[in-house]
């Protein structure tokens, strides 16, 4: 029993850095591994970026963390995406952001993005996901909520905006 319980106080620390990380190596990585954890497929696109399969439903992905709440930057990057793709297949494709802002305060405290971002994510319908949302989606699959874990992927798919 103890060996279980170490193991699995193991697996939550390696996700606590999706509250503290910023960077694409740092905070990009353990995003994408919690995705697979909670059920969704990643996979690198032929046009480049990364894209994920959340419960049917493919969507492109970007990740920003900042000491400072999200700027424009990763709208930046999704809309470029998002028009390459309109004009390659003739649909517009889903979109989610990831992002930890501000990620040095606590996350209950956090004010993750600046109000423009959210407004381009509502504007062009796609979320905008903080990570310790995905955190804790992690945590309720290491526990078995696997009602808890598929809200948040509905989330994900359906929201336009802050995911709250």
Request: with cysteine; aromatic share 4%.
């Amino acid at each position: 029993a103890l060996a279980d319980a170490e193991a699995s106080l193991d697996e939550l620390a390696k996700y606590q850095r999706l509250l503290w990380q910023e960077g694409a190596l740092g905070l990009e990585d353990v995003v994408l591994d919690a995705l697979r954890l909670i059920g969704c497929t990643v996979y690198t696109s032929q046009e480049g970026g990364v894209q994920a399969r959340i419960d049917g439903t493919n969507v492109l992905i970007e990740v920003e963390g900042s000491e400072q709440p999200v700027d424009l930057a990763p709208h930046y990057r999704l809309r470029e995406r998002v028009e390459a793709a309109l004009a390659k297949r003739g649909e517009t494709p889903r979109g989610v952001v990831f992002v930890n802002g501000e990620r040095l305060r606590d996350p209950a405290q956090r004010r993750h993005v600046v109000d423009a971002l959210r407004t381009a994510a509502e504007t062009m319908r796609y979320a905008l996901a903080p990570t310790p949302g995905l955190y804790d989606a992690v945590v309720a699959q290491l526990s078995g909520d696997t009602e808890a874990v598929e809200a948040y992927r509905r989330a994900l798919v359906t929201t336009d905006g802050l995911i709250a």
